[in-house]
Structures are given as C-alpha cells and as structure tokens.
C-alpha cells in the first residue's frame, strides 16, 4: 500500500551541485507532478506529466527538468542548484485530470536545503 | 486568471470550539474544489471534494464544506475541534481542461488544550 514515495527525504546541496528527486507510484496513475512548499506562498506547480513521454511546465520551471519514461516514475532535476531552490517538494499523482480533475495523491515530501 | 484566496493565514480556537477556515475562489467555468490537511512533516491528504450536486459536502475526521457559487466560497467547517486537528489546511481548485490545480496559501490551525 506504498501510494507516491519520494527519495530523499532531506538533502542538503551546495550553490551549482546537480541533483535528481525520485518519485514513483503504485497507483497506474497516468498524472504526475511536482510541487514546490515555500511559507506563505502555498504549493506551486513546477512540472506534470500526463503519461509516459509527455510532460509539461507549470507555473516555475525554471531551473528544474523532468521526464516520464514509465507510468511508475517521475524524477525531479535541478540542474545547477541555487540557493533559491531551497523548499520542500512534493510529488503528487492523480487518475484523472483533464476533464474531471480528480483526488491528488501526495508523497511525504523532500526537504531541499542548498547552501 | 484562476486564483484562490485563503484569507487567513493563522487560527486559533479552543479544542471543543466550532471552526470555520474560509476559501475563495475565482474560476471561469464550473469548479472542481478540494480541501487538503497537511501535518507537520507530511504530505497533503485529501479532506473532501466538489466536483457538482449538494452543495454540502462531508469529508473525512468530521470536516464539511458549502459551496456558495453566488460568494464563490467553499469554506470548511468543523462542529467542534480536537487537538488533532492541529494543522495546515490548503483550499485548491482543479482547472478541468488544463491539467492543472491551483492551490490557496494555506491557513495554518492551532488547537488550545
């Protein structure tokens, strides 16, 4: 009954280090995406992905890459890590989006600190 | 643009008490509106859902929400609090179309023994 896990938990970067956040799920959900908690400003969408080979930028992508090569897996890169990176990321999938936004399914979140 | 407004960012009520946690939303076409509960240190979890039909709706841990389309609110409401419901509460709204959901900036609940 694992849902959506993410990998790691807690990382800490230096300013310009690479890094990739793992996300699966065990749902065959073909709706995936990431999200960015910073206080006072609520979840903000970086990427989704609406099944294997698609995806697609939300509201800040910048700084961040993404693919789909499986319904399973959707990992999170940040390509040369800025201090203003520094948040926690949840990874969230759904069945349905399109026409009838459905229920999303959260992971436990991955606090990035980057120095 | 789409948006929701989460207007306040703390509250504060005695366990017992009554709550109410506000949400606006400003949305085109016919909305599909969610209430999360985030825990310290944990992900979103689902509360409850409009997607159409009765306007009152019953989640999960004894929460309900009304949705007022004339106010373009969907305020969450509880009878009385426990402790346990200590925690961040995010109103967001599913753009059917668009792939995307917009999330309020959350109110964050603190429960007085």
């Known amino acids: 009954n694992a849902g959506v896990t993410q990998t790691p938990k807690f990382q800490v970067l230096k300013t310009g280090q690479s890094m990739t956040l793992q996300c699966a799920q065990d749902m065959n959900h073909e709706y995936m995406s990431w999200y960015r908690q910073d206080p006072g400003m609520g979840l903000r969408l970086i990427h989704y992905?609406?099944?294997?080979?698609?995806?697609d930028q939300g509201e800040v992508p910048n700084g961040y890459n993404v693919s789909r090569s499986t319904t399973e897996d959707f990992p999170l890169r940040l390509l040369s890590a800025a201090p203003s990176q520094t948040s926690v990321y949840f990874c969230a999938s759904s069945l349905q989006v399109q026409v009838n936004p459905g229920e999303l399914f959260f992971g436990e979140g991955s606090r990035l600190t980057v120095l | 643009a789409q948006s929701v407004t989460q207007p306040d960012i703390h509250i504060t009520v005695s366990e017992g008490a009554s709550l109410e946690l506000r949400c606006n939303y400003s949305y085109g076409a016919t909305p599909y509106l969610f209430w999360y509960v985030q825990s310290p240190g944990q992900g979103l979890q689902l509360l409850l859902k409009?997607?159409?039909?009765?306007?009152l709706v019953q989640g999960i841990k004894g929460f309900e929400a009304e949705f007022k389309r004339s106010q373009s609110s969907f305020n969450l409401r509880k009878p009385s609090v426990h402790w346990s419901d200590a925690a961040e509460y995010f109103c967001?709204?599913?753009?059917?179309?668009?792939?995307?959901?917009?999330f309020g900036t959350g109110t964050r609940l603190k429960v007085l023994a």
């Open positions: 992905s609406v099944g294997a080979g698609i995806t």
């Open positions: 967001a709204v599913g753009a059917s179309g668009t792939y995307k959901y917009i």
């Open positions: 409009y997607f159409s039909g009765d306007t």
